[in-house]
C-alpha cells in the first residue's frame, strides 16, 4: 500500500460508495446500520493505489461496529483511472482429488487482483465462487465506468458446462463492460467478442462440449463393459460369518 491508513481512508471516503450508498467524507456501513469494518470493495477499488489490496479497513476513529453516523457534506471525487486493466481470476476443478494449484499460479502471474477457487462440478448450476467474481466485477465495471475489467481464468472449461451456458456467460460479461480472458487454449488472451473471434469461440465452446459428452459417453461405456463382466464398481461386499461355538452350553 503507498498510502498510510489514515491517508487511505481519507482518499476512499472521497468517493461515495456504490455499494452502502453513503456519501462522500463517510465510513461505510453495514446493513444493520452499523460502521462497517472495512471499506467496499467497489468503493476503494476506485483509489488506484489501492486497487492491488484485498481490503481497506474502516479506521478506528470511526468507530467500527457502532451505530454508523454521516460525516460532513463534501463534493465527491471524480473516479481516477489509469488504464491498467483489474483482473479478476477464477479457477476451478471438478473433484476434491484434482488439484488447482497450476490453475492459481497461472492466475497469480497474470497480475489477478483477486482470485475465487472452488472444487465443484459443472453440473451443478450455482458455483458460489464463480457468482462472487462475477459479482465483483460488475462492481467494480459500475463503480469506475472507464475502468477496464477482465475477468481471467486457466482455460474456457472452467466457466461452463456447456456451450449454450459459456455462450450465455460470455453475452452478460460483455454486456457488463467486462473483458474475458484466457490463459491457454487456441483463444489465449483478451476474447474479442467481434468478428472472427466471436466465431472462433463458438466453434470452440460446442467442440468443448462435443469433448465433454464423448468422455462421458466412453467412461458409460465402461461401466457397462464393466458389469457384464461381473464387476459393478464401489467397495467388495461384506460377508458376515456366523461365530462356532464350540463347547457345552450354559446351564
Known amino acids: 500500500m503507498q498510502l498510510g491508513p489514515d491517508d487511505a481512508a481519507a482518499a476512499v ?3 461515495p460508495c456504490p455499494q452502502c450508498d453513503v456519501p462522500a467524507d463517510s465510513a461505510c456501513r453495514t446493513r444493520a ?16 493505489s489501492l486497487r492491488d489490496e ?17 460525516g460532513p457534506d463534501v463534493a465527491p471525487a471524480k473516479p481516477e483511472t489509469n488504464g491498467t486493466p483489474i483482473r479478476i481470476g477464477y ?17 497469480a502471474a497474470a497480475h489477478c487482483t483477486r482470485v475465487f477457487s472452488e472444487k465443484i462440478s459443472t453440473r451443478i448450476k450455482i458455483r458460489p465462487e464463480l457468482e462472487k467474481a462475477l459479482t465483483l466485477a460488475h462492481e467494480i465495471k459500475t463503480a469506475a465506468p472507464d475502468q477496464p475489467v477482465v475477468l481471467t481464468v486457466h482455460e474456457m ?9 459459456l455462450m450465455t456467460l460470455s453475452s452478460l460479461l460483455q454486456g457488463g463492460g467486462v473483458q474475458l480472458e484466457l490463459l491457454t487454449g487456441p483463444l489465449t488472451g483478451i476474447y474479442d ?19 465433454r459428452d464423448y468422455i ?11 458389469a ?5 464398481g464401489g467397495r467388495p461386499t461384506e460377508t458376515r460369518t456366523r461365530p462356532i461355538r464350540t463347547g457345552r452350553p450354559s446351564a
Request: hydrophobic share 35%.
Open 157 to 165: 472449461k472452467r466457466l461452463a458446462r456447456n456451450a449454450a451456458e
Open 54 to 70: 484485498l481490503t481497506a479497513p474502516v479506521p478506528a476513529y470511526r468507530g467500527p461496529g457502532k451505530k454508523w453516523t454521516q
Open 216 to 226: 462421458r459417453e466412453k467412461t458409460l461405456e465402461g461401466q457397462q463393459a464393466a
Open 13 to 15: 471516503e472521497r468517493h
Open 33 to 48: 446500520g452499523k460502521t462497517a469494518a472495512k471499506y467496499h470493495t467497489a468503493r476503494f477499488i476506485l483509489v488506484p
Open 228 to 232: 457384464t463382466r461381473g464387476n459393478h
Open 91 to 107: 479457477a476451478r476443478c471438478s473433484t476434491a482429488t484434482q488439484e488447482l494449484q497450476s490453475q492459481l499460479d497461472a492466475l
Open 193 to 211: 467478442p467481434h468478428g472472427v473471434g466471436s466465431m472462433l469461440f463458438a466453434v470452440l465452446a460446442v467442440t468443448a462440449q462435443l469433448d
